[in-house]
């Protein structure tokens, strides 16, 4: 009966009536395009307080926090009522006019005309209280919403989305290796064991090998995934499943290997810097040192870092021995002066008459001393361990976390350690050709303490050099074979290395243990939530 014409108007204005009705309702981080009109936000009650005639709810949304004011002038009553009992993690909507307000967060909030709940929330196991980690851990699926996690996954998410942007601009391509193994990369120790269809599979622990295949199809691959290790561990830096990148590259040799290692993680970091201002600062986390990455990295031998963790070899003038000798000193009177002034306040609040305001101030101030003071013990129990590996430590051995956290404390950006003794490395690395003792593997190890978060190195290119180090670390042949014909058939100088990416996060956002750097972590002695 009707045209085409006719019908597409029809589903043109509706279309338009659509995007009418939708206009301003948006995200808490596009506030700042929409100051001075109407908008409708939907989200979830992070803090709320009330006085006569007035609600303020915190509204999350997931993109950003803001203050939402009620007022009992402008809505109606039941409207208010519903405002007033509202409960933390409560869902709603609230419709209303955004009004520039630097005090607040992100520099504006909502002056409500109408608000709508959708669910109101039972009482929020997580309080404004201190809760020790094991609580915390097991209500992951809650502390989430907390704002010092959500800032640590938006750096999370904005690290991964750099990596992918930088080895794409590179012409990198992306490629996948297996998660079920039917052969170890180093090693069966710590893999997680599993039954595939009768024969024994094993959790990927790195998906290198894999991308030595593909770097020979493709040239330059990397491989971005999950791994697994069994280690039964529970120190701040293992999880038993974590995120690898992992780049392959033909034709690399270590040294060039080490010049994408740190233009890679040059990158990333400045993009954090740069596109995380806000996340940063909620973390508290002091930007200097990640301000450093344009500096050069330094570039030590295996042996030079040795004689500066043992303190035979001093850094700008500070010797890795007597500087942590000195700062348990400095640790234990701080210590004692926070313990002092701790007394001090609790005494201030039992005396009679005290005002609310006080008590509140003085609780406060206690609560974080003694936050401080806990990071502080921890330390002095840390230090006589770091010194008592340093002095000890026998050269020829692999660094453990106390060597790496002696030597990275004397710098204030990542190190390259390179040229490894061959024994306490994976069987697939190049040997140095002027010193076969050594191995051409490098390991970069982040500053303030936080150690490896990389390792890689050159790959052994010679067929017998690399089978007769298969059937040293007693390693199945037949399991090799296919990693044997990539040395067969065309072989080429070839390097890569691989990142943990939790890791990665831990040091960019300073966190006191990995745990917090992933979703839902998985370690030692914990599968659940």
């Known amino acids: 009966m009707y045209g085409y014409a006719f019908y597409a108007s029809i589903i043109i204005c509706i279309f338009a009536a659509s995007i009418t009705k939708q206009k301003y309702k948006m995200y808490i981080k596009d506030l700042s395009l929409y100051e001075g009109k109407e908008i409708t936000l939907q989200g979830w009650a992070a803090n709320k307080r009330d006085s006569k005639g007035l609600v303020f709810l915190y509204l999350r949304d997931g993109t950003g926090m803001c203050q939402c004011v009620v007022s009992a002038e402008v809505l109606n009553e039941e409207k208010f009522n519903a405002a007033k009992k509202i409960t933390l993690e409560s869902s709603f909507s609230i419709t209303g006019k955004v009004v520039k307000d630097e005090k607040q967060i992100g520099g504006f909030e909502v002056q409500a005309t109408d608000i709508n709940v959708i669910a109101y929330a039972e009482e929020f196991p997580i309080a404004k209280k201190e809760h020790g980690i094991d609580f915390l851990m097991d209500h992951r699926h809650l502390w989430l919403r907390s704002q010092r996690q959500w800032a640590i996954m938006k750096i999370r998410n904005r690290i991964i989305f750099s990596i992918h942007q930088f080895f794409q601009e590179q012409e990198f391509v992306q490629m996948d290796a297996p998660i079920f193994t039917g052969n170890a990369c180093e090693g069966t120790s710590n893999l997680f064991e599993t039954d595939y269809y009768g024969d024994t599979a094993y959790l990927s622990q790195s998906g290198q090998l894999y991308g030595e295949a593909m770097a020979m199809a493709m040239g330059k691959i990397y491989t971005f995934g999950p791994t697994f290790r069994a280690e039964k561990s529970k120190t701040r830096r293992h999880l038993s499943e974590f995120w690898m990148i992992e ?283």
């Not at 020829?396 to 490894?420: A, K």
């Not at 990142?499 to 972590?521: A, D, M, N, Q, Y």
């Open 247 to 529: 780049p392959e590259m033909a034709f690399y040799d270590i040294f060039s290997n080490m010049d994408l290692i740190e233009n890679f993680l040059r990158r990333v970091v400045s993009d954090v810097l740069s596109e995380c201002k806000t996340e940063l600062e909620i973390i508290g986390r002091d930007n200097s040192i990640l301000a450093n990455i344009v500096k050069p990295f330094p570039r030590l031998t295996y042996d030079e870092a040795v004689k500066i963790i043992k303190g035979e070899q001093d850094v700008n003038g500070v010797n890795a021995i007597t500087s942590l000798e000195d700062e348990l000193k400095k640790t234990s009177t701080k210590i004692d002066e926070i313990k002092a002034e701790i007394l001090d306040r609790e005494e201030k609040i039992k005396v009679p008459g005290i005002k609310k305001g006080e008590i509140g101030f003085n609780q406060a101030k206690i609560d974080k001393l003694k936050q401080e003071l806990n990071d502080l013990e921890e330390q002095s129990r840390n230090i006589p361990q770091w010194l008592n590996s340093a002095r000890n430590f026998e050269y020829g051995n692999d660094f453990g976390g106390s060597d790496e956290t002696v030597i990275t404390r004397l710098f204030d950006v990542p190190i390259m350690v390179y040229n490894w003794p061959h024994a306490v490395k994976a069987f697939y690395l190049k040997r140095d050709p002027e010193n076969s003792k050594f191995a051409r593997g490098v390991d970069v190890l982040a500053p303030e303490g936080y150690g490896e978060i990389v390792g890689g190195g050159e790959r052994e290119t010679d067929v017998e050099l690399l089978t007769a180090k298969i059937i040293e670390h007693k390693l199945p042949m037949e399991a090799f074979e296919w990693y044997l014909d990539l040395r067969r058939f065309g072989s080429v100088p070839h390097a890569g290395f691989g990142l943990g990416l939790e890791r990665l996060v831990t040091w960019i956002c300073k966190l006191p243990h990995v745990r917090e750097s992933i979703p839902f972590p998985r370690m030692y002695g914990r599968l659940l939530p």
